[in-house]
């Protein structure tokens, strides 16, 4: 396994405990919570930080082996096609969020058949938001591995 593949094993490790820490302090029974502004400021600092530290300890890793890092033509490709399919993601999950909320505030008389989050609470929008971008990390990162194993 490359270090490119270990980096990319990293990252969804590291997304998917960092978005799970996130639903912990958002959510509570699967359901999203009304957090205080202070306690939802202090729980994305805490991501932030986390985010951080996750992106260090690889790059310490990779410190020891600087010749595993060069990236090649096929490395280059690999890593833009990965960014591409995260951008696929975050543009259609905004729209996603946006037709959600107009679609909720022309038709807010109606009551949904299935039950929806309520994004003109801040805290679920904030949360929605965020788990776009670790849900567009994770296809990015999703695709580099396929990508790698092809």
């Given amino acids: 396994m490359s270090e490119h593949e270990k ?3 990293w990252s969804i490790g ?3 405990l960092i978005w799970l820490f996130l639903a912990m302090r958002f959510t509570d029974d699967g359901r999203i919570v009304e957090l205080p502004a202070g306690m939802a400021l202090e729980t994305y600092i805490e991501m932030i930080v986390l ?3 996750a992106a260090i300890v690889p790059a310490v890793m990779a410190a020891k082996n600087p010749a595993g890092q060069v990236k090649d033509e096929r490395d280059r490709v690999i890593d833009a096609m990965g960014d591409r399919w995260e951008g696929y993601v975050v543009v259609i999950a905004i729209n996603v969020l946006v037709v959600h909320l107009l679609a909720r505030g ?4 109606r009551t949904p058949s299935v039950p929806l989050p309520d994004l003109g609470s801040t805290t679920a929008l ?3 938001l ?3 971008l670790f849900l567009a990390e994770a296809v990015k990162q999703a695709v580099v591995l396929w990508q790698y194993r092809r």
């Fill in 14 to 16: 590291a997304t998917v």
């Fill in 51 to 53: 985010w951080i530290v």
């Fill in 126 to 128: 904030i949360f929605a």
């Fill in 130 to 132: 965020l788990t776009t």
């Fill in 106 to 109: 022309l038709f807010a008389d």
């Fill in 7 to 9: 980096a990319a094993w």
